[in-house]
T-cell receptor, first 115, second 111 residues
Framework: DSGVTQTPKHLITATGQRVTLRCSPRSGDLSVYWYQQSLDQGLQFLIQYYNGEERAKGNILERFSAQQFPDLHSELNLSSLELGDSALYFC??????????????FGSGTQLSVL | GQNIDQPTEMTATEGAIVQINCTYQTSGFNGLFWYQQHAGEAPTFLSYNVLDGLEEKGRFSSFLSRSKGYSYLLLKELQMKDSASYLCVHVEGNYGQNFVFGPGTRLSVLP
């Protein structure tokens, strides 16, 4: 158990809909990262938050947004969903933000299926 | 971002040794990780190198050459459960928190 909690584990929805994925980082971790992994593809970095503030942005679509709350949990909002958004979405957390030896701990992911 | 190259697939036999190579373009280097990912599961940490040389941890070892932008993961005494994808991850950035994942190498261990 990595200590990172993601909900829900599975989500099935229709095109055009909006969903929210939730992540609780490991206790004490200040950084939260969101990744998208499509079938047989590598991990694509979406966005990172550190202590409530956006720190880095990757290949995140404008239809997607995220935030990190004061209690450090994070939500990823996906709107106007398309078939191609079907993927496994991972949240990961890390600790103090120091540049050395910062491991990422991953949640078990949310499998999103857009029908 | 950084270009990270790894072989797409490798096959090896149970009990054997396999080396998975990774090359990356060097700039703002803050470390290199290897993660293991079984299909449909979350990646899990295997090793971390920030200085040149070999880091050994049980059956797994990882090597880094910063000047060459090169790393490898060595897996010894292969077991069937080692069949997974192995991700080379380069860390860069001012805060050392930009984790750039390679495409992964899918390893199949055969009996």
């Amino acid at each position: 158990d990595s200590g990172v909690t993601q909900t829900p584990k599975h989500l099935i929805t229709a095109t055009g809909q909006r969903v929210t994925l939730r992540c609780s980082p490991r206790s004490g971790d200040l950084s939260v990262y969101w990744y998208q992994q499509s079938l047989d593809q590598g991990l694509q970095f979406l966005i990172q938050y550190y202590n409530g503030e956006e720190r880095a942005k990757g290949n995140i679509l404008e239809r997607f947004s995220a935030q990190q709350f004061p209690d450090l949990h994070s939500e990823l909002n996906l709107s106007s969903l398309e078939l191609g958004d079907s993927a496994l979405y991972f949240c990961a957390s890390s600790g103090s933000g120091q540049p050395t030896n910062e491991k990422l701990f991953f949640g078990s992911g949310t499998q999103l299926s857009v029908l | 971002g950084q270009n990270i190259d790894q072989p797409t697939e490798m096959t090896a036999t149970e009990g054997a040794i396999v080396q998975i190579n990774c090359t990356y373009q060097t700039s703002g280097f803050n470390g290199l990780f290897w993660y293991q990912q079984h299909a449909g599961e979350a990646p899990t940490f295997l090793s971390y190198n920030v200085l040149d040389g070999l880091e050994e941890k049980g059956r797994f070892s990882s090597f880094l050459s910063r000047s060459k932008g090169y790393s490898y993961l060595l897996l010894k005494e292969l077991q069937m459960k080692d069949s997974a994808s192995y991700l080379c991850v380069h860390v860069e950035g001012n805060y050392g928190q930009n984790f750039v994942f390679g495409p992964g190498t899918r390893l199949s261990v055969l009996p």
